[in-house]
């Protein structure tokens, strides 16, 4: 079992910046891909930005050139760097990691945390 803490959101105003984190339970190498999802009210779950374990990093169009997903090994934690906040972007932020356990993999979701843009 993989626990997954998110922490970092908050109300923010269009241009700011805000720093995600999701802190896991386990050895974060031991954890395939870790990614940030968020899901705007009557939206769907949508991926933003993914890293695996060796580093290789992939974002959704609408976030690239903003965020910056990267990870801290020592600290099992993973952050995602928000800058130029659109009211767009505003959503529920959840963290996702793909664990191996032996020969197979599972998934663990955050609690969330929400992200607002506003004036």
């Known amino acids: 079992q993989v626990q997954l803490m998110e922490s970092g959101g908050g109300l923010v105003q269009p241009g700011g910046s805000l720093r995600l984190s999701c802190a896991a339970s386990v050895n974060i190498f031991s954890i395939v891909t870790m990614g940030w999802y968020r899901q705007a009210p009557g939206k769907e779950r949508d991926l933003i930005a993914s890293?695996?374990?060796?580093?290789?990093?992939e974002y959704s169009d609408s976030v690239k050139g903003r965020f910056t997903i990267s990870r801290d090994n020592a600290k099992n934690t993973v952050y995602l760097q928000m800058i130029s906040l659109e009211p767009e972007d505003t959503a529920v932020y959840y963290c996702?990691?793909?664990?191996?356990?032996?020969?197979?993999?599972?998934?663990?979701w955050g609690q969330g945390t929400q992200v607002t843009v506003s004036s």
């Open positions: 890293i695996t374990r060796s580093g290789s990093t």
């Open positions: 996702l990691a793909i664990h191996l356990n032996g020969a197979r993999t599972n998934s663990y």
